[in-house]
Structure formats: structure tokens, C-alpha cells
């Protein structure tokens, strides 16, 4: 028994009476299971494996204060109807802005921020990390951290170009289609079934081998395999808006198709829209990662975090963890991204109400 | 009365609160409400008055985002609903106490069959095995007149038309035999000649098993018919009750008299203008849904400044006709004329000039005004479309017509239609098509989803525009007090044909057609005995 141990479980169990007290159901119940679950744990792996349980609750309690106060932040900032639904949003909701935020600033000021360029050697193949280099070097020598800042600006923003891409494809062709009908529907909708029969994956590999490598062709493809997913959506959220009496009312006014699919349709299927670019945008994400770590995508020299995980991934064999670190930057948009596209369906499901 | 029988459902101050923009709103005040055994009580009042709200609460529910207030008692049959944990309310509803909502079409569900349907709270509650609920379902539908009550039950909710399942739901709540059920509306959504039928049964079947009933309805008439007590509300407050002959006889409280005014409303009668040509003549048209037939040789004119009302039941083509004069369904024989021109058959080929001239207004607010964007835009995108106007002008424009519907420019201009009361809602639909400057405007049953006041209100709108700006109506209604207040000519239809027509006053008057009989008969009218009359005049076997 040392110190460390006894304050351990005297804060567990103090804490756990006052909820108790307090009569904090929530927090008592959270407190105390970890009690239990922390004499078993120290049974069994002892000191260790409770400092593993100290140091992870801690993380935790410490993303969940960040998003709290990055929160607090926003509703502080925004005009009163952003502000209103801030509040309202789940804590989940404001970590999930709070990563895509970080993220979009490494990639916005990523000269800035990244102490090396990503392509300049520094220092010899896999050294390790010292004051110099934060995370250490890579295969070639180069500063891991600067090409982690520099993969987020090349990555997410190839992603996010193609994403966009595929939405302005998709929704105007499925909106279009909803509001025409008839043989086009048909025919864009038979076009549609066609590409999505083919696995991704391997049609863009086609692709890729047929027009070569390069950042507008890898956009131009990826938005060509993601359109179809959009286009369905689109039409079938426009096609229960077409049978509403503003569009007849709209059409019998002698509107052209251009203006209800814009002013009529568009603004009655944002919500569905918007939060299913929130997950296209991961499976994009994803794809354009495993495209660079098959080499297909994103070409050397530039910091891409799909290919970093190739790279590196000798240094596993050593137990080195530094190849995970892009995987886990991958992992961490891609949930920060489902945080908030999950609370953007709630508030669309209209249960906000 | 029944005073001597015991209390059976006692609610003291009851308050119920809805949770919005971030605080709680009270939706009722301090309401009490004393239901003894066997007795009808109708709850009335406009929408918002909290009378769903308080039939919700007798089961001791509320909606999501709303909560019963601190002090309300609710005591049914010595239980206080109020503490009781949920678990032990859910036995309670549906053996108990029995609802029955304003849509039964919504309320069934369209996978299963309605015997299933019926019988499945009887065994989950343990009260009657599969087959004797059914054969009991079979009497309760038997009844209920329901046709082959036998099989009728074997059918799925689609397959069976409006007011028999509205009767088949009256026969489920039955199916426990609570001791309270509760009635949400259950004819509004039905037109008269349904009506009349599905009252009647509701009303035998809950005299024969001497339930008590709450019935929550906005129409006077129907609840004349219905309640031995009647509760007025307002706005979450009680203004008053009185059994119902006094009530209708001897209103004391200057809301009561309002509503009881409502239906005074009356418009005399314009001549047709003698040596014009009519501004709309729908002739010998022929109409029909894919391969389904629906319109047979419709034929009518429609004077300018005048209201042509088209009235029948559900079914009967009457929206299909206005589908027809706008060109969304091209008629397959026969032809529209404008002012003495035919007009093409398919709106995509019409003149934005032929366009602008016949404007539509809509039965629901709802879906006619598209709810992201703002009041100013949807008045004004017409304004803009047909006249060119923006700027400046085109908000002048806006201003003038939302004067014109009554509602206030500065207060409304920046609105959207979901902040809007259903009346409010209708009066932008107005402003919308008046914006287009048309000479002819179809109302599909506008007045149809309002309260009686507030319909009112629409139909003195409509009427003082009419004269101010000489427009004409096409009014699609099955209501035939409204038909009344505001038409000119009447033309009645039934199965896609024209049954009858002609000026009002004549078709008011006797000798009718046998059909259009039917329909002027089948209004409620507010004598409470109206219905006992009528169903003896009938003969009990006249129902479906």
C-alpha cells in the first residue's frame, strides 16, 4: 500500500458518498462503479493498471472540460439563434467542433504552426523524437509532427474539395430528378444503380489506372463514386417535397424548374442534406487514406496522413507507435465528425421541438 | 342528468405546462372538471384552448415537452393519477380508459388487421382469451352497423372507408369496457353524411353501456348532440359550464355568445350580371386518374364578381374540377373557357398572363406556405413573378397586402409560417394569391381545418375582397353553413357528376334533388334533440 493507492480509492470513495448525499444519481452511479470496476482492476494488475484507470478518466474529464468551455465559448460568440442552439447541444456535439476547429486551424496555418517543411530532411531515418522533433523523423528523415500539420491540410482539404464536389453532383441531379420525374428520373436513377454496383474501392482504382494520378483527377473520381449516395438521398427527400401544395402553388405560378429546386426544394432538405455530408465526408475521408496507402492517392512527397501510416509502418515490428499517430488523427475528425452530424439529426428530426 | 351517481373522474386544478424556448409555458390554468359515471361531457373551445390537452391528462398522459404543474390533482375512480407510477397508468389506459383520436386512419396501424387490432389490449390485459374477444369485437362492430361485422374485422385499415373506421376504433376502446373513454374530435375530419352516422353509433354505444365520456370537439352543433354537460374553454381557462339545454338556450359569458353567433353570418344573394359572358365556363368536361374515370360531363359557369359554391362529399370530384380549370390534370374530354376562350388544357402551356388570372387558395396552410421561407417573400415572389416589381415597390406592395388580410406589416414582415396560427397561416395563403392580381380564385375548403371563429373571420375576409375587388370564387366545400353564408350559385355533385344546380336561395328552398336532401339534412343543427329527429325521420336501418 503506498500513498498513491490510498488517495486513489479515498477520492473514488468520497466522491461517491457526496453524490450519494447530494443525491446526483448520474454521477454517483458513474463513481461508484468505477470503485468496483478499480478493486478488481487493482487486484489484478495492480499500481499499474491503476494509473492506466487515473490517467484515462483523467483524459477524459479533460476533453469533456474542453468541450464544455469551447461551448460556453461559442454561445458566448455567436448571434442569439446559433447561441440558442449551442446551448442546447449535447456536450458530445461541442467536442466534435472542437477537434474539427483544431483541425481546421493546423491545416489553415499549417507553415505557420509546422516547425519543418514537409518535405525537408532533417534528420537521419527514424530517429527518435528529441527537442527538436516532437513525434521524431520519418523513413527519410523528415519532422513527423510538421508532416502530421501539413497531411491535415492536404488531406482533410482534398477531402473536403471532393465531398463538396459529389454534393453539388448528387443534390442537383436528385433534387432535379425529384422535380422532373417521368423518364430523366429513370434514367439518371438506372445511371446511378450502375456505379454504386461496383465497389468503390476497385472502381476507383480503375479509374486512377486510367487517368493517372494526379489532385483533380483523385477529386474528380472520388466525387464520381460518392455522387450516386447523394443523389438518392436528394431525390427521395426531395420527392416528399414535390408532392407539397407550395410546390403546385409554386408551379402553377409558371416557376421554372431552376427556381423551385433552389428556392423551393433546396431550403426544405438541408437538415437530412447537411448531415449526411457529415458522414460522406468520412467515407470519403477514408477512402481518399486507403487510396494514398495503396499509393494511388495523394503522391510523395506530399505529407498525406494515409500514406504516413504506410510509411512508417516498419517501426510497428520495433513497438513504435509512431505510425498510429495519423491513424489516430484520422480516427479522432472522423468521430469528432459523427458528434456533431449526430447532433445535427437529432436537432433535424425535429425532436427539438 | 345523472348527479345522483357516483363521481367517477375529479380534476382540480389542473395545470399543465409545455416546455418552450427554453422555460415552461403554461398550456392550461387551473382547470376543474367533475365527470360522474354514464355521463357525456363536451369539452369546446378553439384550437389552443387546451381541450386535447386536458382529454390527455384525464388518462393522466401528457405530450413530450409538457408536464402537469405542481398542485393538480386528477382523481379517477379514487386513484390519483398524479402519483401513480407509470407502470401502473399503463394498465389503466386502454382497459379503463379508452381514447379515441381525431384521425383513425393515422391511429391504426396499416400492417395489421383491425380484429387484431381490437383484441390485442382485451389479452394483453388478461381480461378475454383470443376467441372471445373476437366474437366480441363481431357484436361490438354488429352495434356499431358496421356492415358484415363478421368479416369487416379481417380487413386492414385501407381497405375500409373513413367512417366505418372511425367506428371500428370506437369499437376497440370498447373492447375492455372502460369506464371512461375519451373522444379527440372523432368527426371532424369526416364529412356531414359520415358524420351522422358515426354519431349516432357513438352515441347509442355509450348509452347502451352507460360509459361516461369526455367529447372534445370544436363544433357546437355536434356536441349539442353528444354531451349532457358542456364545458366552454379559452385559452386554457374554463369559461363556463351548464348542462347542455341551458348552455345552448341561456349562455351566460360573452365568449359562449361568439361562438353561438358564428354561424349568423349570412350573405344575401347576387344576381348573375344579365348580358356578360362568364368568366369561367367549365364545359362538358370529362377527367379521369390513369384508367380510373372520375369526372362524367361537368358543366358549369362562373360569373364575374360572383361565388360559385361546388359542394358534395369526399369523393365526389369536386377538387378534381378545380384541378381541371388550374390544368394540373388535362381533362380527357371537354374543354375550359376564359372569358369566353378556351383556355389550353395543361398549365405548362398556358400564358403567365392566363396563369396569374385564376390563383388557388388552399385547404391546408400547412403544406400551401413553404415553412423556410419568410412571410415577405412568399407574398412577395408572386408580386415580383407576374409584375415585375422589387425594391421599394415590391415591399409597398407586400405592405399593402398584408393590410389588406388584416395583419399587421411591421409584425409579420420578417415572420415564418411555422410561427403562425392556423387562421394567420390561411390569411397569408390569401395575401398570396391576391398578390397575383388574379379576376378568379379556387378555394379548396379553406375554412374546413379552422375553428369556427376563426373560419368566420376568413369568410368576412374573403366576401369584403370580393367586393372590393371584384374577384370571383370557385368554393370547394362540404360544409353547407358555409356554402350559405357566402355563396351565389351552388352546384352539387356527386359520384363526378352535377347533381343539381343553381342560384342559393333556390336550392335552399324544397323541392331538391334526393341527393342534395341528403346533404342539406345531414348538417347539425344546434337543437340537442336534431339528431334523435332526424335518425327517426330516416328510419334506423339508413345508415352505409
Known amino acids: 500500500m503506498n500513498y498513491f493507492i490510498i488517495g486513489f480509492y479515498a477520492l473514488l470513495i468520497g466522491g461517491s458518498s457526496l453524490a450519494a448525499y447530494y443525491q446526483k444519481r448520474t454521477a454517483f452511479i458513474l463513481l461508484f462503479s468505477l470503485t468496483l470496476v478499480s478493486f478488481v482492476m487493482g487486484i489484478v494488475g495492480g499500481e499499474a493498471m491503476l494509473w492506466t484507470v487515473t490517467i484515462g478518466a483523467g483524459l477524459i474529464a479533460f476533453s469533456a472540460g474542453v468541450s464544455y468551455s469551447f461551448r460556453e465559448f461559442l454561445v458566448v460568440i455567436l448571434p442569439p439563434n446559433g447561441a440558442k442552439a449551442m446551448r442546447t447541444a449535447p456536450l458530445t456535439a461541442g467536442f466534435g467542433l472542437f477537434v474539427i476547429f483544431t483541425y481546421a486551424i493546423a491545416g489553415i496555418f499549417a507553415p505557420i504552426i509546422a516547425p519543418f517543411g514537409e518535405a525537408e530532411v532533417i534528420s537521419s531515418a527514424f530517429a527518435p523524437a528529441d527537442e527538436n522533433m516532437l513525434l521524431g523523423a520519418d523513413q527519410l528523415g523528415r519532422d513527423m509532427f510538421s508532416r502530421i500539420i501539413y497531411g491535415a491540410r492536404n488531406t482533410v482539404g482534398l477531402a473536403l474539395l471532393a465531398t463538396i464536389l459529389a454534393f453539388v453532383m448528387g443534390a442537383t441531379a436528385g433534387l432535379y430528378a425529384a422535380t422532373k420525374g417521368g423518364k430523366l428520373d429513370q434514367l439518371l436513377g438506372r445511371i446511378v ?19 493517372g494520378t494526379n489532385t483533380v483527377t483523385l477529386i474528380i473520381v472520388i466525387a464520381i463514386i460518392y455522387a450516386p449516395r447523394v443523389f438518392r438521398l436528394a431525390r427521395s427527400v426531395g420527392g416528399n417535397v414535390v408532392v407539397m401544395d407550395y410546390i403546385e402553388a409554386a408551379k402553377l405560378r409558371g416557376e421554372g424548374t431552376w427556381y423551385l429546386i433552389r428556392k423551393e426544394i433546396l431550403p426544405n432538405s438541408t437538415a437530412p442534406l447537411i448531415a449526411e455530408f457529415g458522414l460522406e465526408f468520412c467515407f470519403v475521408f477514408l477512402l481518399v487514406a486507403g487510396l494514398s496507402f495503396l499509393g494511388l492517392g495523394i503522391q510523395p512527397p506530399t505529407a498525406d496522413w494515409g500514406s504516413m501510416v504506410r510509411e512508417n509502418a516498419t517501426l510497428i515490428s520495433f513497438g513504435e507507435i509512431t505510425p498510429l499517430i495519423p491513424a489516430g488523427a484520422i480516427a479522432l475528425l472522423t468521430v469528432a465528425v459523427n458528434f456533431v452530424v449526430d447532433w445535427m439529426l437529432y436537432r433535424s428530426s425535429g425532436l427539438k421541438e | 342528468m345523472s348527479q345522483d ?8 386544478n389542473l395545470i399543465i405546462e409545455g416546455y418552450s424556448d427554453e422555460k415552461w409555458v403554461g398550456i392550461v390554468h387551473g382547470v376543474d372538471l367533475t365527470l360522474h359515471r354514464g355521463e357525456v361531457m363536451g369539452l369546446i373551445g378553439e384550437s389552443g384552448a387546451g381541450k386535447s390537452t386536458i382529454g390527455l391528462a384525464a388518462m393522466g398522459f401528457t405530450k413530450d415537452g409538457c408536464r402537469i404543474g405542481e398542485g393538480s390533482s386528477i382523481e379517477f375512480d379514487g386513484m390519483e393519477l398524479t402519483t401513480t407510477p407509470e407502470s401502473d397508468l399503463q394498465s389503466l389506459r386502454g382497459a379503463r380508459i379508452a381514447y379515441v383520436a381525431q384521425s ?67 369499437a376497440m376502446a370498447m373492447a375492455c369496457r372502460p369506464d371512461l373513454i375519451i373522444f379527440d374530435e372523432p368527426t371532424t375530419a369526416l364529412d356531414v353524411t359520415t358524420q351522422i352516422e358515426v354519431l349516432s353509433a357513438i352515441r347509442d354505444i355509450v348509452d347502451q353501456f352507460d360509459t361516461a365520456a369526455l367529447y372534445i370537439t370544436h363544433d357546437l352543433a355536434v356536441v349539442a348532440q353528444m354531451a349532457d354537460v358542456i364545458k366552454v374553454l379559452l385559452k386554457g381557462n374554463e369559461v363556463e359550464e351548464a348542462d347542455t339545454r341551458t348552455m345552448l338556450e341561456n349562455p351566460q359569458d360573452d365568449y359562449t355568445k361568439s361562438l353561438w353567433a358564428v354561424r349568423d353570418f349570412k350573405r344575401d344573394q347576387k344576381p348573375r350580371p344579365s348580358d356578360d359572358t362568364a368568366l369561367v365556363t367549365v364545359k362538358n ?38 384541378r381541371c380549370i388550374t390544368g394540373l390534370l388535362p381533362p380527357t374530354k371537354g374543354e375550359i373557357l376564359f372569358q369566353g376562350e378556351a383556355l389550353p388544357p395543361d398549365y405548362r402551356d398556358r400564358t403567365k398572363d392566363q396563369l396569374r388570372q385564376a390563383q388557388m387558395i388552399y385547404q391546408m396552410a400547412d403544406t400551401a406556405l413553404n415553412p423556410k421561407v419568410k412571410i415577405c417573400d412568399i407574398i412577395g415572389r408572386p408580386a415580383q413573378f407576374y409584375s415585375g416589381l422589387h425594391g421599394p415597390a415590391l415591399k409597398n406592395r407586400v405592405d399593402e397586402l398584408l393590410d389588406l388580410i388584416e395583419l399587421d406589416p411591421s409584425k409579420y414582415y420578417n415572420r415564418y409560417p411555422p410561427e403562425l396560427s392556423g387562421g394567420q397561416k390561411q390569411r397569408i395563403g390569401i395575401a398570396r394569391s391576391l398578390a397575383a392580381e388574379p379576376t378568379f380564385i379556387i378555394c379548396d375548403e379553406v375554412t374546413s381545418a379552422l375553428d369556427q371563429l376563426v373560419a368566420e373571420g376568413i369568410l368576412r375576409l374573403l366576401d369584403k375582397l370580393q367586393n372590393e375587388l371584384d374577384l370571383s370564387y370557385m368554393f370547394i366545400t362540404h360544409d353547407l353553413a358555409t356554402v350559405r353564408s357566402i355563396a351565389d350559385e351552388v352546384v352539387v355533385m356527386q359520384y363526378g357528376k352535377v347533381v343539381e344546380q343553381g342560384p342559393k336561395d333556390e336550392m335552399f328552398t324544397p323541392p331538391h334533388h334526393e341527393y342534395t336532401d341528403l346533404l342539406l339534412s345531414s348538417v347539425p343543427e344546434m337543437d340537442p334533440d336534431w339528431l334523435t329527429t332526424l335518425l327517426d325521420e330516416r328510419g334506423t336501418d339508413s345508415t352505409d
Do not use: C, W
Request: avoid cysteine.
Open chain 1, 193 to 211: 444503380d450502375v456505379i454504386m454496383s461496383i465497389p468503390s474501392l476497385i472502381f476507383s482504382l480503375l479509374l486512377l489506372s486510367i487517368f
Open chain 2, 285 to 322: 368536361v370529362d377527367a379521369s386518374y390513369g384508367d380510373t374515370p372520375v369526372l362524367h360531363d361537368v358543366s358549369f359557369d362562373i360569373y364575374r364578381g360572383m361565388t360559385v359554391a361546388v359542394v358534395g362529399e369526399s369523393g365526389s370530384g369536386k377538387s378534381t374540377v378545380a
Open chain 2, 104 to 170: 383513425a386512419a393515422a391511429s391504426f396501424n396499416p400492417a395489421h388487421k383491425l380484429i387484431d387490432q381490437h383484441t390485442e389490449a382485451p389479452i394483453q390485459y388478461r381480461i378475454k382469451k383470443r376467441l372471445e374477444s373476437q366474437e366480441d369485437a363481431m357484436e361490438l362492430y354488429e352495434r356499431l352497423r358496421l356492415p358484415n361485422p363478421k368479416e369487416i374485422g379481417f380487413r386492414y385499415p385501407h381497405q375500409v372507408s373513413g367512417g366505418q373506421l372511425q367506428r371500428a376504433m370506437t
Open chain 2, 5 to 12: 351517481k357516483s363521481v367517477l373522474l375529479n380534476i382540480k
